[in-house]
């Protein structure tokens, strides 16, 4: 596996081409991954030549292959545009430290995604965190630290529920190994001990996934990380924990164990509702923008969230769309914000003023991605609502559909604010006229821009993935 | 019932300590220590759980016939590496933030957060008035 290329300690300037080079490396190896499980089926690979009920295992089904394929994307493109990026908003001399923790972090990200032992899964969780939690603390606020810390307290106290629920299930069956876990299981699944495993485990993944009560930490990680890790993590940390939420209810747990025996179809159907109204509204007040967009993230969660809640097939697939489509729509945003921190030094609304023609390419982009989000057609964002509201609309859950469609005004409302503001409205008297950004920026942005509107026209790509992933974790839980 | 389940009744009575520090104390140093009393209670969880009733440790040696899991036992190796790691990670935060706020309670913290937020605030309404 890709995972073990973060060894490098090399102490210049050619760490960036280092980390872009093994990032791109992970990235081609993802996608010949998903070729091969796509033509296939499952790749399992031992680790340490253990065999799989004993050793650990990494296990590459369709899941974990598009996520993978996700994840090194976006790390690809964002660290592009990584090294212009820091050179202002951090200090030279720990630029290779941040490159360190970064590819620590896509390491922890891979590492769970692909293995197939639960214990493993908590161990490369605290990879990710940790240096996740190292990265927000490199923002130019001092704020950024008490960001951090809170989301330490957090991803710790999460991560150790995990672990807790991991400790139950193992004291039940005596194994680590997905697979074997989800066979041994169904045997005793109506014990207390399972119960409280499953609930601390679904809890400890809600926090890191930020559903909607447990989503405290997020809006200031993102908002006063450095941009890079903010498009980085906005994209991908999420994704992470939902793929954990995915395999625990539906390969390790079951189908029916976890949506008939326990009311967790309401629990999600309610909390992504709410999440999706209360973290909208509350993005249309903020005055830091990407405070607005660390909000619509909660909101796009709720999306996802709901797609799960159906657990039927086409719900799922909607579900894993949304995750790739809104990984692209959100890193494109959080990477054109950190252009105009770069030229501009902050990103308050208030000092948009304008922009719109200064950076007119950055904006447009924001636009863009900012469509994709509300869901106009021709952009992902379209796609997936879709196939979400059609899925809705098959288990006959019209109302439900209908907030969704409601929830999408408001994300037109944040949008608009900020097209107002930067369109409509003459640059400050007296304020310095700003360039648009470099090139290093803008090849990135506008790579995942038009990634977005493609994957919005030619969905056949991503659908067929998507619906393959489904349909095999419905083939897996009986 | 409860002399039989020891181990457990430690285990929850500790867990719930450290989430009541870290929920309710305002000192960033004391939410630390509460965490790792969370952690701790979880360690314990593990090893009470993989011990065999005399059985020894898992050595190849005449005479044994009887011996505890050691799986849990090499698990909770690794978490509380990862809990060292986080203590150390939240430690070094908490130097930082004093630096840069001069003190580890929480309401000051915020205090002075939102004060910052004001002066921008103000600065933006200048701004759009000039």
Request: hydrophobic share 55%; charged share 10%.
């Amino acid at each position: 596996m890709a995972a073990p290329i973060c060894l490098l300690l090399k102490r210049s300037q050619l760490v960036w081409l280092f980390s872009l080079f093994s990032s791109a490396i992970a990235f081609i190896i993802s996608v010949l991954l998903l070729q091969q499980v796509m033509s296939s089926g499952v790749i399992s690979y031992e680790l340490g030549g253990w065999e799989a009920p004993w050793g650990i295992e990494y296990r590459i089904d369709k899941l974990n292959a598009f996520l993978l394929l996700i994840i090194s994307a976006i790390s690809t493109v964002v660290l592009m545009a990584a090294q212009t990026s820091i050179e202002k908003e951090i200090p030279k001399e720990k630029h290779t430290l941040f490159y360190i923790l970064y590819l620590l972090s896509l390491t922890g990200m891979l590492g769970i995604v692909s293995t197939g032992d639960a214990f493993n899964v908590f161990v490369f969780l605290e990879i990710s965190s940790l240096s996740a939690y190292a990265l927000i603390a490199l923002g130019q606020d001092r704020r950024a630290l008490w960001a951090s810390y809170q989301y330490l307290i957090m991803g710790t106290i999460g991560a150790t529920f995990i672990l807790i629920g991991i400790g139950l299930m193992y004291q039940m069956t005596g194994t680590l190994n997905m697979q074997d876990l989800s066979q041994r299981l169904p045997e005793v699944a109506q014990t207390r001990t399972v119960f409280t495993a499953f609930a601390f485990i679904i809890v400890g993944v809600c926090l890191k996934l930020a559903l909607f009560p447990l989503h405290l930490w997020l809006p200031n990680a993102y908002a006063y990380a450095p941009s890079i890790v903010t498009a980085f993590f906005a994209a991908t940390a999420t994704k992470v924990a939902i793929y954990l939420l995915i395999r625990f209810t539906f390969t390790v747990f079951g189908l029916s164990f976890s949506f008939i025996t326990l009311p967790l179809q309401e629990l999600f159907l309610l909390l992504g509702l709410t999440g999706i109204f209360v973290a909208s509204s509350a993005a249309i007040y903020q005055k830091n923008v990407k405070h607005v967009f660390a909000y619509s993230s909660i909101a796009q969660v709720g999306y996802i969230i709901i797609g799960l809640s159906t657990s039927t097939i086409s719900g799922l697939t909607a579900t894993l769309l949304h995750l790739f489509n809104h990984a692209l729509m959100k890193s494109a945003i959080f990477l054109a914000l950190g252009a105009i921190v770069y030229r501009l030094g902050n990103v308050q609304l208030s000092s948009f003023n304008g922009l719109g023609r200064q950076m007119p390419l950055t904006m447009a982009a924001i636009v863009i991605g900012g469509l994709s989000l509300i869901g106009v057609p021709l952009t992902v964002g379209f796609v997936s609502k879709w196939y979400l509201l059609t899925a809705l609309l098959d288990k006959g859950w019209w109302p439900v559909a209908i907030l969704i469609l409601l929830g999408s005004l408001l994300a037109v409302i944040y949008v608009w604010r900020i097209v107002e503001v930067a369109y409509f409205r003459k640059p400050l008297a007296g304020s310095v006229p700003v360039q648009e950004a470099p090139l290093f920026f803008l090849i990135p942005i506008w790579l995942l821009i038009i990634a977005n509107i493609y994957f919005g026209i030619d969905t056949r790509l991503s659908l067929q993935v998507a619906s393959a992933a489904a349909q095999s974790l419905f083939g897996v839980s009986p | 019932m409860i002399i039989g389940h020891f181990n457990d009744w430690i285990v929850v009575v500790l867990m719930m300590i450290g989430l009541y520090i870290v929920i309710a104390h305002g000192n960033l140093i004391k939410k630390i220590v509460g965490l790792a009393i969370f952690q701790t209670s979880v360690f314990i969880l593990y090893i009470s759980m993989a011990k065999v009733e005399g059985g020894s440790a898992p050595i190849l040696a005449e005479g044994i016939t009887q011996f505890s899991n050691p799986l849990p036992h090499v698990l909770i190796l690794t978490a509380i590496v990862v809990g060292v790691a986080t203590t150390a990670l939240g430690l070094a935060l908490v130097v930082r933030i004093n630096e840069a706020y001069g003190s580890i309670e929480e309401e000051d913290i915020q205090h002075l957060d939102n004060q910052t937020q004001d002066e921008t605030q103000i600065q933006a309404t200048e701004g759009d008035q000039s």
